[in-house]
């Protein structure tokens, strides 16, 4: 374990207290891996470029000229610089592995051969290391070089194509969700080549590689096989289901809009009772749910006028007085009125030095006896380059000068 | 470990063999987390209902009467039948609780405990043991017991809100999204409490409550402290991105669709430069990324026109001549044409008694030294009771005969 000395100790509850991670990744995955890791209590060392930083320190929304978006993905990380780019930067980087039981990095593939830590160098030094590594297509391949942007790897996973409205384009998650999955990936990955080195016993560590476009792709469980054995390709379908009806999302008077899930025959009879035409459910044209499926533009007509002249709070008594699957589509404001997110203590009020207090969301999921915790948000670049240089790599103070007058650190 | 004799081993590669999972999940999100479990070699024992088994396996889309998705989902895994709801089927998992590390179930909230089987009680039978519970709301809270549709949970956790057009309602993931995400931090946290137990050597089992609402929650990691920080609700804005231009799906003339990001200077001039407009990025309109957010309309429609007159082959091949981050949109019919996937064999050909060999995606991430493996897929229920209940238990042809009369097995 690292000596941080006593006054930086503030892993008490998480599980994996003990577990030292190097995290070199930039921007959203592979720290996303290292944040989600640390929330559980994961020694986690974030390495910077001395000069430019991450990449997200410069990424919107921004306040007083920081982001907001570094406070969440650095949260309780300690902070050091060092250029992996010059030789006695990568010197340094061989000294640190002894420390460490991870290596997590999201350079482009080749990247870290270029500067002499590729994974044979690494495993060289320590041969326990894992190498956790993530980029927008793996490390083999044909497009394993090209630059892996998000976008284009949620594109390439065939989840766009059948997202969305048949008159509207494809459509793409409107947040970084193939880059969190993947560090969600990479972060189970590590736990597993963990598990192996130390609970099986091989002492050994290897090489993780996760992509953006994988990620997403084995998520969807039906689709390839569905494909092969019945030749389906999903067409978008808006908020339809093939599957189900009525499932779909309905504007209320007031403009707001309630999500509704009733395929069973059970619950679609209960919401036949809720909109005052019990007879819906003997309708021979929606009797079943493959009935309903066949008709669905007339299911969905009535439905929709039904919902058009009651409140946002007036259709889900309705609903919830006749126990029907329904749920209001919440923006950030509904998630931060809600009892239940309260209850949960979902969203967390943590210590910044910029900005007093932040509010973010809490640690996920929530483990009984180690439940994990957030200790701060993140903070400056190299704010912990003289615990963890002087402190824990011994470095005299002349050396720790010298690194810092070359930029190295 | 379990002993299921030597015919029955199969998990040499994968970096959880030796690792006992009692999956007595239902449809999706319980036995995903023990599908990327037993992907990587843990022993994953599948209990279904012994009269209507998994809800999954009525589950479209269906070839003769059988469900796709189901050999998916199960495959790798030891399927037993029991009935949990009678008291000899209680006792009868209270035996086995011994031969386990984690018991994974996504029943509603209060069920187990309703049959005598909270964790209080299983901790009693075997104190290591770790109960992984995954329900739609989490085990607390207000909403705690209401069913935990995918939909619903999906509505709940701010991102259809912000999902999809202006012009049109919130969008829906058009596949279990939230379901799968729950079973993948599922089963993250399962390692995570096994790391607590074995490696830091605490030696105890705890509860991890996976809720499907916080799994995509925890994924959107700058909403939370936008909303808190600067009051910002996102809202739905196509493709398009607030921070970055131009970032959207173009379509070809040959009706198919192109993602562009190209938000960074570098590559907006390679983008003109493609284009043959290599003017535009000096066009004060466009001649930073701040300008073009500005004056994104104006720019999509320049953008779109040149793509409408090219087919994608021709595009995408300027493109790539001028080295632009691009990709075209896949379905899954390109999928299966791709010289990428097919490098990374991410679509696997798994053999299965009712169709032959059937092909689906194969092992997610892909580590180095223990890859992994998919040995089957799923197979009928209490396919394997003979040698689970016999064999690996020990119970006398007697006492199999009497439970299986009983249908408790």
Chains 1, 2 share one sequence.
């Not at 250029?83 to 870290?112: C, W």
């Not at 969305?164 to 193939?178: E, R, Y």
């Not at 969905?300 to 709070?313: C, N």
């Not at 809600?338 to 210590?351: L, T």
Request: net charge neutral; hydrophobic share 40%; charged share 25%.
């Amino acid at each position: 374990m690292l000596d941080w000395g006593e006054k930086m100790e503030s892993q008490e509850s998480g599980p994996l207290r003990g577990l030292q991670i190097l995290d070199l990744g930039n921007m959203i995955a592979g720290p996303m891996a290292g944040c989600l890791l640390g929330d559980f209590g994961a020694d986690v060392v974030k390495v910077e470029h001395p000069i430019t930083g991450d990449d997200l320190r410069n990424w919107p929304p921004m306040k007083d000229g920081r982001s907001l978006w570094w406070k969440v993905t650095a949260r309780n990380k300690k902070l050091i610089t060092l250029d992996l780019s010059k030789p006695r930067g990568q010197a340094l980087l061989k000294r640190m592995l002894t420390h460490f039981d991870v290596v997590l990095e999201n350079f482009r593939p080749r990247t870290m051969e270029r500067w002499g830590l590729g994974y044979d160098e690494l495993s060289k030094t320590n041969p326990r290391i894992i190498m956790v590594r993530v980029s927008g297509y793996g490390q083999t391949g044909p497009y394993a070089k090209r630059p892996g942007y998000g976008t284009i790897a949620e594109a390439m996973s065939g989840v766009p194509a059948f997202t969305g409205f048949p008159d509207k384009p494809p459509t793409f998650s409107a947040f970084a969700l193939v880059d969190a999955l993947a560090g969600l990936f990479a972060a189970h990955a590590t736990m597993m080549a963990v598990y192996e080195r130390d609970v099986r016993g091989s002492g050994k560590g290897q090489v993780v590689d996760v992509s953006l476009y994988e990620s997403l792709f084995r998520l969807v469980d039906s689709q390839v096989i569905g494909f092969d054995q019945l030749g389906i390709v999903k067409q978008r379908n808006g908020n339809r289901m093939d599957e189900d009806s009525p499932r779909n999302a309905y504007r209320t008077a007031d403009g707001e809009f309630i999500a509704i899930s009733a395929g069973s025959q059970r619950i679609f009879s209960r919401l036949a009772s809720a909109m005052g035409m019990p007879e819906l459910s003997e309708d021979p044209r929606f009797s079943s749910n493959a009935r309903r499926v066949e008709n669905v533009e007339e299911l969905d007509r009535i439905v929709a006028q039904w919902f058009q002249k009651l409140s946002l709070v007036e259709a889900m008594r309705r609903l919830e007085d006749s126990d029907v699957v329904a749920g209001p589509i919440y923006d950030i404001r509904r998630v931060f009125e809600d009892p239940h997110y309260a209850a949960r203590e979902d969203i967390i009020s943590v210590p910044d030095p910029d900005f007093g207090t932040v509010r973010m969301q809490g640690v996920v999921p929530k483990l009984s006896r180690t439940p994990g915790r957030v200790s701060q948000a993140g903070l400056d670049a190299g704010a912990h380059n003289i615990e963890f240089y002087r402190g824990v790599m011994g470095l005299t103070a002349d050396e720790f000068e010298e690194l810092r007058q070359l930029r190295v650190i």
